[in-house]
Structure formats: C-alpha cells, structure tokens
C-alpha cells in the first residue's frame, strides 16, 4: 500500500479490518454495512447479528462506555485507549490494581502426561534429517486446560504429536498414562483411544464418503457392538452440535468448513478419550464459528476431558487455560499459569509472540505511570473491572 498499491483483504480478524480505510461487511451475497472502521465498529449489536464480532479494544471501550457514559466506546486501538485514560487526567493518583490471583498456582490432578527432554528429528540418519524438537517440556494434568503456544515452525505440533504416540520421541522422556511410550512394547493403539488428537486442519482427517460412517470409524475398529457404535456416533455428533438425523447421512464434502471441523471433533470424541489435544482448532473460523466450537470445547472439558490446545490467539488461550507452555526452537523456554506467562510481555515480544490486547493496555498505562498493578490483566472482565473504578474517579487505593 505505501508504495501505491490497492489493496482488498478478506478477513475474520476484526483486528486486522480496523487498519482499513474502508471496509465492506457481507451478508448472504449483499453488502449489509459500509464505511470506515470506526463507523462500522460502532454498531456492536449490528455486528453481532451479523455473526461478527468487535476488536477486544472496542470491546473493553464499549463495556466501559455502557458503565461510565462520557467514555468513548469507538475506541479501535490500544494507543486511541491510553490517550483517552490519560486525558482524564488520573495520574496523580496512586491506583493499585489487584485481583487476587497468584501469579504461580498449584497444579492439580493425576498427571496424565509428561514429556522431560523430548527431541524428534526428521529423517533421522539421514543426509536431510532435521532436528524439529530438542528440549521438549510439559506436564499435562487430569481436568486441566493446558496451552501450548510458539511462533509458527517452533515445533509445537511435532511435540504434541507424541502425546499418543503417532510421533515416537529420539531421546528425552515421554510418559502417558503412566506408561513410557519410548518403550517398543507399549500397546499403542490403547493409548490413542484415550489421547484423541484432532489436526491443525482437521477437516484433512475426514475420508469416508459420509459424516456417520466417518465418525464410526474408530468405535467399529474397536469391535463394538452395532448399537454400542451407533450410540457413540449420536453422544459424539451431539457433543459438537451435529444433528444425529439430519447429518449422518450428509456427505462429508458437502459440510462446510466449521461443519466439517466439527464432524473430525467428532470422529475422536466417538473413542471416547481421557485427553483430547487440539492443533489450531479456531484456526479459520470466523467468530461466530470460533465461539461456537470453544463453547463446545469447554463443555468436554466440564463432562471431564482434560484438554491440550494449541493456538496463536492469546485472548482465547488467556481466557481458558490452567496452564501454559511457551515453545521456541524446539526447546520449551517458559511455563506457569496465564497471569505469569502475560506478564512477561518483552520476552514474549523477543520470541515473536504477543499477549492479549487488554494486557497491552494495562501496560501501557503502567509505564505511563497512571496505574500500578500486582497482577497480569489479561481479560476484558479484569480490566473492566479494574479500569471501570479508576475512570469513575473513585477514592485511592486497592481495586
């Protein structure tokens, strides 16, 4: 664009179509709103209808704009944000923010599953081996969300691939379900009925010609009885929203892409697995269609599957996760709870990672001086919360 070109990007990530200077929404074939960024974003209950969403800074401008009514609420950038908090002229006030969480938590549960210097190389004894993964670490506990995150080609899905052992590790240690699978005589097949894992692009791991048959496909190979698989197939399509009646005998290629995402979900729920490790598995959706599938995805969680999610979406991982791994150069480098990995934003930043937008702003401010926290802010309801009193200009002290 600088250098005179013309551009036209089609996008999911409203963060991306607020560097516009025009943006066009669409709705079944026709154009529903046009006009800059600031004038579409202003129309959340529009967009909501639309099945879109608002950037997480118009989000927290708009929540405080609903609680303090002389704050804008089109705010579309953390710069816009900062200014407007500082123009109100709160930094001589000494604000603490505070809200109770320990930046280390105690992990809970059985541990299910741990890697100690895991390293995998490709074409291994090869002239073209290629070391992906060298010094893997994680530990993933039953009922916990676990997140792993790494800047793309870092080797975080070459790592989680020995979770069920579809990878076997070089060297290091690899332990799931008690057992190490770096010994040749592990029932493998055992261990991937209770560790599911659904690919980056999930929709790859359909083949049979129907969305029932395909989702059987594990339960028949178990040898199950014709009802016991027809059950798991109706318990797996229902678990992601998938009518049993109505999609059973739909044809794979006609679903669309969120439909086929989920019926690859369901594919691996129909084995009914302990853990369920997810490569990317937004990836692609627009935001109604992310939101669907995570709500999804934390009902499993909720009925007792314990979860390994792979994303570069921090708002989401920040949102959910127990706990978090940072992956760089084949080596984990970080690991703690959202709040002490969110907190460290310039070695993130030195490893081509970011954090949630609503961290950003709360650092922000703190360099400016205008607040001083105790914790990480990493959610639009925490910084709400914590920015909501400071604007109204309540007394000093701890929020």
């Known amino acids: 664009r600088e250098e005179g070109t013309t551009v036209v990007a089609i996008t999911h990530f409203m963060h991306e179509a607020i560097h516009a200077d025009r943006v066009v929404v669409m709705e079944n074939g026709r154009i529903a709103l046009e006009g800059t960024p600031r004038e579409i974003f202003r129309q959340g209950a529009r967009l909501r209808e639309l099945q879109l969403d608002l950037p997480q800074v118009t989000r927290l401008a708009q929540v405080l704009h609903s609680r303090i009514p002389d704050f804008p609420g089109d705010l579309l950038s953390v710069e816009e944000i900062v200014a407007v908090i500082g123009d109100r002229q709160i930094a001589n006030s000494e604000w603490r923010i505070a809200n109770g969480e320990s930046a280390m938590g105690e992990r809970k549960g059985d541990l299910l599953i741990e890697a100690e210097g895991l390293s995998h190389a490709y074409m291994l004894d090869t002239p073209l081996e290629v070391q992906a993964i060298s010094d893997i670490d994680i530990a993933v506990h039953r009922g916990e969300i676990v997140g792993v995150i790494g800047h793309t080609g870092s080797g975080k899905s070459t790592a989680i691939q020995h979770f069920n052992g579809l990878l076997r590790a070089h060297g290091g240690t690899m332990r799931v379900l008690g057992q190490d699978l770096r010994d040749p005589k592990v029932d493998v097949k055992a261990i991937r009925r209770r560790v599911g894992l659904v690919f980056q692009q999930p929709e790859a791991q359909l083949f049979e010609r129907y969305v029932g048959d395909d989702v059987a496909f594990g339960p028949r190979n178990l040898k199950l009885s014709k009802e016991e698989v027809r059950a798991r197939v109706r318990r797996a399509m229902q678990a992601v929203d998938l009518g049993f009646e109505e999609f059973k005998d739909r044809m794979t290629f006609t679903l669309s892409g969120g439909e086929k995402r989920r019926a690859a979900l369901a594919g691996v729920l129909a084995l009914e697995p302990e853990v369920l490790v997810l490569d990317e598995p937004t990836a692609g959706l627009d935001p109604v269609g992310r939101a669907h599938l995570l709500r999804r995805i934390l009902a499993l969680h909720e009925s007792g599957v314990t979860l390994v999610l792979i994303s570069h979406n921090m708002e989401e991982l920040a949102q959910l996760c127990d706990y978090i791994y940072v992956i760089a150069d084949g080596r984990t480098v970080m690991d703690g709870p959202p709040a002490a990995i969110f907190g460290q934003a310039e070695k993130l930043r030195e490893l081509h990672l970011d954090v949630p937008t609503v961290t950003e702003v709360i650092n922000r401010l703190e ?24 604007l109204a200009g309540g007394t000093n002290g701890k929020l």
Do not use: S, Y
């Open 367 to 390: 360099e400016m001086g205008l607040v001083e926290t105790e914790t990480t802010i990493f959610t639009v309801e925490q910084a709400v919360q914590a920015l909501a009193g400071l």
